[in-house]
């Protein structure tokens, strides 16, 4: 969508602190440009995430919401990720049915040497979200409320 | 329906009188007609108020976690199928041991929803309803009229899926057919067809009247959390306010919790004061649930709840 070309996104993203975060670390040590659009927020493990964090951030006004963990398998804690997995396939799917647009939710399995994985997701999801424009459902605006 | 009551009462009386159990919960007649109460029979006297009607809307299995401190003793509850269902999940997160239940089947011919009566007889208001066979005899002041319960069961129990009891000491009827005969793939998700914009219209407009008195929780078997996420401060999850983002957060969320374990008793939509269908979003999940990880909640004790549990090959296409 062209009228969102100037548009730059808030997107909130839960990286675990085993996999994705370090591979966040390598791809700015190795100098990979990515679009600075997202701010991260440093989660033990992807089965830390819970749907509330999800909804919290749309509430405080986020245009989308990026969590990324450890590969299938490769948990530091043996299975959070795969537990994690059964709670965002229902969340993405209760909130997509619910009228959060296609798009603003995004999951990846990123580990820490995979850089330019992380350069290529974090275009990706940007694009995604910045091509919906501003997100206009479940946030709180305590101005208007007031 | 009287022969279940019948039974019920003279099953209750017996084990109350025998000692077997401390108390007997069940449904007494309400105060004001369609909505039986929830009762508690400590002995066999008390056992005489115990009713059956087609207005038993709520959930007895709610009642059995939610009894008195220092009620520790065994007791019985009357469970149609889907309150049979959540007492086998309540057994499978370890609410209590099977032995401490005795639970009174009763092979369930579906429930009837007081507000499609109402409209059933042009919103008159009315004083008393009994039952006549497979019809509602519904009267107010200087007028009666009957109505065929099949025309005004719940949603919920026209497409009921497990109408027997799952566990059960003793029947108080023979089986019945386990479906009501609906289709549930087919009425399940209704919003599914729409697109996103259509989807948030609909769920705003369903979630509108909300007045957030949390009845639908305090209905629910599943909802037994000491503190709920309502009522969390710090962080503060979801706002006390009747603003759109407040309601939609809480009716989400209710949702969710009730993944891989909601039995769609219906107890939350009959609870309401405001007629909220919150079974049109716990309907979503069920169906995701059943056709994703193959569960269906509270059939099998044994089972591990969906939500704890995973398996390697779970379906991720949306993951990159």
Redesign the interface.
């Known amino acids: 969508m062209s009228d969102n070309s100037e548009f730059r996104p808030r997107i909130a993203a839960f990286f675990c602190n085993w996999c994705t975060y370090g591979g966040a670390d390598l791809a700015g040590v190795s100098r990979l440009q990515y679009p600075p659009d997202f701010r991260v927020i440093r989660i033990p493990c992807t089965g830390r995430m819970s ?2 964090f999800i ?2 951030a ?2 405080q006004g986020v245009d989308g919401v990026w969590v990324s963990g450890c590969h ?2 490769d948990c530091h804690y043996i ?1 959070g990720n ?2 994690a ?18 798009g603003r939710l ?4 990123i580990s820490s040497a995979e850089a330019t994985k992380f350069q290529a ?1 974090a275009t ?1 999801v940007v694009e995604a979200i910045r091509a919906l424009g501003p997100a ?6 305590i101005r208007e ?1 007031a | 329906m009287q022969a279940r009551a019948d039974k019920i009462r003279e099953t209750a009386k017996k084990l109350l009188a025998d000692g077997k159990v401390d108390v007997v919960i069940g449904y007494k007649k309400g105060t004001v007609p369609m909505r039986e109460a929830p009762f508690f029979a400590y002995t066999p006297e008390e056992a005489d108020q115990l009713v059956w009607t087609s207005f038993c809307c709520g959930n007895l299995a709610n009642f059995a976690i939610r009894r008195e401190k220092g009620e520790a003793g065994k007791f019985a509850v009357v469970a149609q199928g889907c309150v049979s269902r959540n007492l086998v999940g309540l057994l499978t997160e370890n609410q209590f041991a099977r032995d401490d239940i005795h639970v009174i089947g009763v092979p369930c011919l579906g429930m009837c929803d007081r507000r499609k009566v109402a409209d059933k007889v042009g919103g008159k208001l009315i004083v008393e309803v009994t039952e006549e066979g497979d019809e509602l005899v519904v009267s107010g002041q200087g007028w009666q009229e009957k109505v065929a319960r099949k025309d005004v069961l719940r949603d919920n129990c026209l497409t009921c899926q497990h109408r027997n009891p799952v566990i059960s000491d003793e029947l108080a009827a023979e089986a019945v057919d386990e479906t009501m005969g609906g289709d549930i793939d087919f009425t399940a998700a209704p919003w599914e067809k729409l697109d996103a914009a259509g989807r948030w219209e609909a769920f705003t407009a369903e979630v509108d009247a909300c007045i957030r008195c949390y009845a639908c929780r305090d209905a629910c078997p599943l909802c037994y959390c000491h503190v709920c996420f309502v009522d969390e401060s710090q962080p503060q999850w979801c706002g006390k306010t009747q603003d759109e983002a407040d309601v939609a957060s809480f009716h989400v969320l209710r949702a969710f919790h009730c993944a891989g374990r909601c039995t769609d008793c219906g107890a939350c939509e009959s609870a309401c004061p405001v007629g909220v269908k919150m079974r049109r979003l716990t309907s979503k999940i069920e169906k995701d649930v059943r056709e994703l990880y193959d569960y269906e909640p509270g059939m099998d004790a044994e089972a591990t709840p969906p939500m704890s549990v995973y398996r390697p090959n779970d379906p991720q296409e949306f993951i990159k």
Do not use: C
């Not at chain 1, 995004?106 to 399995?109: A, E, R």
């Open positions: 749907p509330k909804l919290q749309f509430r299938p398998g299975a795969y537990y997995r059964r709670r965002f396939t229902i969340m993405k799917n209760l909130l997509e049915y619910v009228g959060i647009e296609p995004h999951f990846s399995w997701t990706e206009k459902h479940m946030i709180k605006d409320v």
